[in-house]
């Protein structure tokens, strides 16, 4: 369930995915794909997004066994994956552009 907060504190992400802030800061340091937003005192502010990718990781280490290094390569290829409504757009175009053909030559 998605809550309609912003940010949240490391504390709160902690107790949402029932992992040690040492664990947090970890991944933050290894994973490029999690950056939460840190304030001039180095305090972390993590959205929604981040949270995804941790539990994300984390049913990666956890439940599927994968390494560190595995985790990364996933998380790179994940990222790379157009998302539903870009698919969709592509399609979209290239329907259109077939259309046009058709029409021109009528």
Do not use: C
Not at 6 to 15: A, D, F, G, L, R
Not at 80 to 91: G, M, N, V, Y
């Amino acid at each position: 369930m998605k809550s309609e907060k912003i940010y949240y504190s490391i504390k709160e992400v902690s107790q949402l995915t029932g992992l040690p802030f040492s664990t947090l800061h970890y991944w933050e340091s290894i994973f490029k794909q999690l950056s939460p937003k840190k304030n001039e005192g180095g305090t972390r502010f993590y959205r929604q997004e981040d949270i995804d990718i941790i539990n994300r990781i984390k049913y990666l280490r956890q439940t599927e066994h994968m390494t560190i290094e595995a985790v990364k390569k996933r998380l790179a290829i994940d990222g790379q994956k157009r998302s539903p409504t870009q698919t969709a757009i592509d399609l979209l175009q290239q329907i259109r552009k077939e259309l046009q053909e058709i029409k021109n030559l009528l």
